[in-house]
């Protein structure tokens, strides 16, 4: 069973760049799109961006200029960076993996990760 | 961006009965749908795929229908487990978007 986990600083202060890690078990990354996917109470589910193991990756015009995935397959791990935060960015933060179906249909999420934008 | 509209937004049921949710995309948008289930402080779970697909390991209790722009979910013999907040998400186009959510109390 796959499994993934976010891991990053709670708290961010605004302007600066939000950094956050997936770390993959029980899978290979090979031959999926990684995605990630942020949930607040004023914008619900917003998809950010993905990448695939090549290094390959797609945004979210919304956030477009902002965002920066990456992937390490060594690690089993694919980050996220958000550049210039504001109160906005305030959410839970998930990881989860496009499956086989579509590349943006995704069968398996992380735990999700809480991340405050606050001075 | 293809406008994803659930409704109700919540819901009012008791176990044992049989429910079902709306989702309208603003476009047509075939079958390419998914319905996620989630659960106070975890994260999604997919249930549904291609409108109507259920994922490995979900109960046939849940059902999933329509294409072009409306679909349902329909979920029999409410157990407690199955009260939960329920997405719809269209994965026809960039970027995929989601439903604002159904939530699904116990009466």
């Known amino acids: 069973q796959v499994q993934l986990q976010e891991s990053g600083p709670g708290l961010v202060k605004p302007s600066e760049t939000l950094s956050l890690t997936c770390t993959v078990s029980g899978g290979s990354m090979s031959s999926y799109y990684w995605s990630w996917i942020r949930q607040s109470p004023g914008k619900g589910l917003e998809w950010i961006g993905y990448i695939y193991d090549t290094g390959s990756t797609d945004n979210n015009p919304s956030l477009n200029s902002r965002v920066t995935i990456s992937v390490d397959t060594s690690k089993n791990q694919f980050s996220l960076k958000l550049r210039s935060v504001t109160a906005a960015d305030t959410a839970v933060y998930y990881c989860?993996?496009?499956?086989?179906?579509?590349?943006?249909?995704?069968?398996?999420w992380g735990q999700g990760t809480k991340v405050i934008v606050s001075s | 961006d293809i406008q994803m509209t659930q409704s109700p937004s919540s819901l009012s049921a008791s176990v044992g009965d049989r429910v079902t949710i709306t989702c309208r995309a603003s476009q047509d948008i075939s079958d390419y749908l998914a319905w996620l289930q989630q659960k106070p402080g975890k994260a999604p779970k997919s249930l549904i795929f291609?409108?109507?697909s259920l994922q490995s390991g979900v109960p046939s209790k849940f059902s999933g229908s329509g294409s072009g722009t409306d679909f349902t979910l329909t979920i029999s013999s409410l157990q407690p487990e199955d009260f939960a907040t329920y997405y719809c998400q269209q994965y026809y186009s960039y970027p995929p978007t989601f439903g604002q959510g159904t939530r699904l109390e116990i009466e």
């Open positions: 989860a993996r496009g499956s086989t179906v579509s590349r943006v249909a995704f069968d398996f």
């Open positions: 291609r409108a109507s």
